[in-house]
């Protein structure tokens, strides 16, 4: 995998924005202010396509845009900070603390 530098700004941007990619996987996005969606056709020139024109009044093109650059993020490989190694950003798995099923009683009716 190529190594791309990402500016830390943009990283922290969009992780503190990982939640509009989250609804996107869901299959639809929220109303979005023109600041964040400025910001994201930015990212996404920056690091995907430099000819990339958002059109802000079609929601499937926001969709579609959100999809392909957080698709792209999740891809990359960052530097950690303070340390020389490289780590793959993955995204985290959630497991919920599921209690076992109760015991049945044994009787002489269920065997």
């Not at 798995?93 to 009683?105: D, I, S, T």
Request: hydrophobic share 30%.
């Amino acid at each position: 995998m190529e190594f791309m530098e990402i500016k830390k700004e943009h990283r922290d941007w969009l992780d503190a924005n990982i939640g509009n990619y989250e609804t996107a996987k869901n299959g639809y996005i929220r109303n979005l202010e023109l600041p964040d969606l400025q910001m994201y056709e930015h990212i996404y020139r920056t690091y995907l396509d430099p000819n990339f024109l958002l059109s802000v009044w079609c929601g499937n093109c926001k969709f579609e845009m959100i999809m392909r650059l957080y698709r792209w993020y999740e891809k990359q490989v960052f530097e950690i900070q303070d340390s020389q190694t490289y780590y793959q950003k993955e995204p985290v798995e959630v497991v919920l603390n599921q209690q076992p099923k109760p015991k049945r009683k044994y009787t002489k009716k269920n065997g």
